[in-house]
């Protein structure tokens, strides 16, 4: 069975940083493509950043520059760290295997002061 469980959520002040991390099991996470979305009240989910199990990377316009994906292959585990953190990126953040039905509970951060 495969689950997806974020963390690192939480309220932080324009301009703050926050970490995510999703740690996944019953999956062979090393072959699977990662990803970050999110969903901001009233809108839709929208694509963050992606890493491939090679470890490339492709983010979003909208986190270029100032947010980083990665991943731990030991430690089946795929992070995102957010920097200059904006009061537009509040949102609900979730985990998934790209292209897959697999999907985290979601995190949310709070961007305001």
């Known amino acids: 069975q495969v689950q997806l469980v974020e963390s690192g959520g939480g309220l932080v002040q324009p301009g703050g940083s926050l970490r995510l991390s999703c740690a996944a099991s019953g999956t062979i996470f090393r072959f699977n493509t990662m990803g970050w979305y999110r969903r901001a009240p009233g809108k839709q989910r929208e694509l963050v950043a992606i890493?491939?199990?090679?470890?490339?990377?492709t983010y979003a316009n909208s986190a270029e520059g100032r947010f980083t994906i990665s991943r731990d292959n030991a430690k089946n585990t795929v992070a995102l760290q957010m920097d200059s953190l904006k009061p537009e990126d509040t949102a609900v953040y979730y985990c998934?295997?790209?292209?897959?039905?697999?999907w985290g509970q979601g995190t949310q951060v709070t961007v305001s002061s």
């Open positions: 890493i491939s199990s090679g470890g490339t990377t």
């Open positions: 998934t295997i790209v292209g897959s039905r697999y």
